[in-house]
């Protein structure tokens, strides 16, 4: 399982395989969004935790169909279907591999967006705690997601379409979570759920994305 997630994060850097591109999006999403909705302090604090949430979960989308398609078309997928590691392990290492290389940039840079967009600063620290919960989420979430569509011929924009409903939790509790932070009410709740949704797509979803894997390999 380590020498597959050593080998996924090599092809992500080497192959361009999405390293860079999810945070260079992000980057550019939260750049021009004091451009369309204007330079008000006050407008762009409030509106700030929902666009830091929002920019890194379309960021963690751009790279998801990379996830098996690579694989599937030079036929290793095929091959990791016979090895010794079950499929579980290989898709809990292929989202390990995702989210080192788009979660963790992403969560590592919003801080410093955040500075763009004015955000408050009791609100940092929220902002990185919830990144780093919900982000493996994004992750997982999104390696079923593209284990649903691999093989078929345009399959990103379908992907997007069955991924991104299920991003909509993870989306609302993290920004609720920062705004509280930010203005100083109680957070635990919304943290509480965002650490449920993230454990149980660790828990279920490898199960449920290696069913998948069986049935389109057939």
């Known amino acids: 399982m380590i020498a597959l997630l050593i080998r996924d994060l090599r092809l992500a850097v080497r192959a361009g395989g999405g390293f860079g591109l999810g945070l260079a999006f992000f980057l550019i999403v939260v750049v021009l969004v004091p451009f369309g909705v204007g330079p008000e302090q006050m407008v762009l604090a409030r509106i700030a935790p929902g666009i830091l949430w929002v920019a890194a979960l379309l960021a963690a989308l ?38 080192i290389t788009t979660g963790l940039p992403l969560t590592l840079a ?9 955000l408050d600063g009791a609100a940092y620290a929220f902002l990185l ?40 939790p993870t989306l609302i509790f993290g920004a609720e979570a920062v705004r509280r932070g930010a203005e100083g009410l109680p957070t635990a709740a919304p943290l ?10 660790i828990a279920f979803l490898p199960f449920a994305t290696a069913a998948v894997l069986r049935i389109n390999l057939r």
């Open 129 to 168: 705690l919830t990144l780093l919960m919900g982000t493996p989420a994004l992750s997982m979430i999104g390696t079923f997601g593209a284990a649903l569509t691999v093989g078929l011929r345009r399959g990103g924009l379908l992907m997007s379409l069955l991924v991104l409903p299920l991003y909509v």
């Open 110 to 118: 919003a801080p410093t967006l955040g500075f763009l967009l004015h």
């Open 192 to 201: 509480m759920l965002l650490a449920v949704i993230t454990a149980g797509s």
């Open 62 to 99: 751009l790279s998801l169909d990379r996830i098996f398609a690579l694989d599937f078309e030079d036929g290793s997928l095929a091959l990791l279907a016979t090895a010794p590691l079950p499929l579980e392990g290989v898709a809990l290492a292929k989202a390990c591999a995702h989210w």
